[in-house]
């Protein structure tokens, strides 16, 4: 079904554009101007019926779109109603002057809207490609645009109109590629609003290119690309694809830092202020626009990007600290975390401002049985639930560590006359009940040896866990002479 949606959307979108331009070549004046105010018409009814009727997933972008448009086909209409019936060489007024950048705030909202849940899972993707994107802009003005207004004695404010038009296209094109590039299943959609914005940057450039100095009209063809970009626009809503733009799939590797991307966002800074360096040394005047407005728009884009990419080095940092201490199976803290805990701790009691600590060795009686008749994986699984029971029993500030295969080291802080004999029973306690992992009950205890140390003695951390050890292996002993039958794991 959604194969024949797509088809016929492509198809439909041949069609409509090729009879529009068709008809916008055959004919001239009037008519050829209301071939495009009919292809922003069109599109904006299409798309207005499908939102109308929830045919479209995820409305609310396109609901802008549907506005920028309608802002379109108004500054098409005023277009037409001037210079295609008052026969002015160009249309003017306020009317033209505000509905042409209210038609592409419209689609730079559409498409923030659109690319949000893709910048959600790729910030750092759509960053770059919206940086890039500025840059490439700034190249184009400085060396295509820029060169025809001054040629053409442009005033400084229709610069600054036209520049910004730019960028803020450029911007929204970064973005769409960034996401037509990391997704499959809304490829087709993205691809359709990309078209329509590339068609919509390159009719703007080619407007300050062609324009006439006298007239002011530009070249004739660049109306075939508003009529292909208008349509593109419904196409890409019309598109069954799009249901899957609120989906897209998660890219981590983009937000690495790394010395290329540093380099990268170093040399896009450098960009403008390199651009009017060499228009100086070329003894031409600082395109003092293009330096301020590029820089307004890339600075903070840039240190967004850079502060971005900090917090990433810095929560990559701190994963791997936390991996180096900590046990991957039960998520525990492994020996060496037992070691810094345990090395704080005892300096802390041999400073005399705690009251003593206690060191609990346990080791898990009959997980060997359990681990050798049922598997590796029944093992794991007592051992993560075993670890969860211990951690849950204890006091928050109490520490459990796995010190490796089936042995636990719990360390409790405060005075060993009280708390040594609660935390025994802790143990027990959490160990009590048979454990269900896997289809397979087992009951599950533990061999516990302690070692404690009071305020003020100096004990070291490897002599109280050898102590414990020798406590634990002691009990275990003890279990085996007074148990009777399997030897206990």
């Known amino acids: 079904m959604?194969?024949?949606g797509s088809t016929g959307v492509n198809l439909g979108f041949v069609l409509l554009a090729g009879s529009l331009c068709l008809a916008?070549?055959?004919?001239?004046?009037?008519?050829?101007?209301?071939?495009?105010?009919?292809?922003?018409?069109?599109?904006?009814?299409?798309?207005?019926?499908?939102l109308l009727r929830r045919r479209v997933v995820r409305p609310g972008?396109?609901?802008?779109?549907?506005?920028a448009l309608v802002a379109l086909t108004a500054h098409n209409l005023q277009s037409l109603v001037q210079m295609g019936i008052e026969g002015k060489p160009a249309a003017t007024g306020l009317g033209p002057l505000l509905t042409l950048p209210l038609g592409y705030l419209g689609l730079l909202v559409a498409s923030v809207l659109i690319?949000?849940?893709?910048?959600?899972?790729?910030?750092?993707?759509?960053?770059?490609?919206?940086?890039?994107?500025l840059g490439a802009a700034s190249l184009i003005w400085a060396f295509l645009l820029h060169p025809a207004?001054?040629?053409?004695?442009?005033?400084?404010?229709?610069?600054?109109?036209?520049?910004?038009?730019?960028?803020?296209?450029?911007?929204?094109?970064?973005?769409?590629?960034?996401?037509?590039?990391?997704?499959?299943?809304?490829?087709?959609?993205?691809?359709?609003?990309?078209?329509?914005?590339?068609?919509?940057?390159a009719g703007n450039a080619a407007g300050v290119v062609t324009e006439d100095p006298v007239t002011g009209a530009g070249a004739w063809w660049i109306g075939l690309l508003w009529i292909l970009a208008y349509?593109?626009?419904g196409a890409s809503a019309a598109h069954p694809a799009h249901a899957h733009l609120a989906d897209p799939p998660v890219h981590s590797r983009s937000g690495r830092l790394t010395t290329r991307r540093l380099v990268f966002l170093g040399v896009v800074l450098a960009l403008n202020p390199l651009l009017a360096g060499g228009t100086e040394a070329w003894g031409h005047p600082v395109d003092w626009v293009l330096l301020t407005t590029a820089s307004v728009a890339l600075v903070p884009l840039v240190i967004l990007r850079i502060g971005q990419l900090a917090r990433l080095h810095a929560e990559a940092e701190h994963k791997l600290a936390h991996l180096a201490t900590h046990d991957q199976l039960t998520g525990l803290p492994n020996r060496r975390g037992l070691d810094e805990h345990l090395e704080l701790a005892l300096g802390r009691v041999r400073a005399g401002t705690s009251a003593g600590l206690v060191v609990l060795f346990c080791d898990l009686d009959g997980f060997k049985a359990v681990n050798d008749e049922?598997?590796?994986?029944?093992?794991?699984?007592?051992?993560?639930?075993?670890?969860?029971?211990?951690?849950?029993?204890?006091?928050?500030?109490?520490l459990v560590a796995r010190f490796g295969g089936d042995e636990f080291v719990v360390v409790v802080e405060g005075d060993?006359?009280?708390?040594?004999?609660?935390?025994r029973d802790r143990i027990r306690r959490a160990l009590a009940d048979p454990i269900h992992t896997h289809g397979i009950l087992s009951s599950v205890r533990a061999s516990v040896g302690s070692a404690s140390v009071r305020r003020g003695e100096d004990v070291s951390a490897s002599q109280l866990l050898s102590t414990a050890d020798g406590h634990m292996y002691a009990a275990k002993r003890a279990l085996r002479t007074s148990t009777p039958g399997p030897t206990p794991g």
């Open 2 to 4: 959604q194969h024949r």
């Open 24 to 50: 916008y070549v055959l004919t001239d004046g009037v008519p050829r101007r209301a071939t495009v105010v009919l292809s922003s018409a069109l599109a904006a009814g299409v798309l207005t019926v499908g």
């Open 61 to 67: 972008p396109w609901w802008f779109v549907v506005a």
């Open 115 to 133: 690319a949000f849940p893709y910048a959600r899972r790729d910030v750092g993707g759509i960053i770059d490609a919206v940086i890039i994107a």
């Open 149 to 201: 207004l001054t040629a053409q004695d442009a005033a400084t404010g229709e610069r600054l109109y036209r520049l910004m038009i730019i960028l803020l296209i450029s911007g929204i094109a970064g973005a769409v590629v960034r996401a037509t590039a990391t997704t499959r299943r809304a490829k087709p959609a993205l691809v359709y609003l990309l078209l329509a914005v590339t068609l919509t940057l």
């Open 231 to 233: 349509l593109a626009l």
């Open 374 to 398: 049922h598997g590796h994986h029944v093992g794991d699984g007592l051992l993560a639930i075993a670890s969860s029971r211990l951690r849950g029993a204890l006091r928050a500030r109490d």
């Open 416 to 423: 060993p006359d009280l708390t040594e004999g609660e935390a």
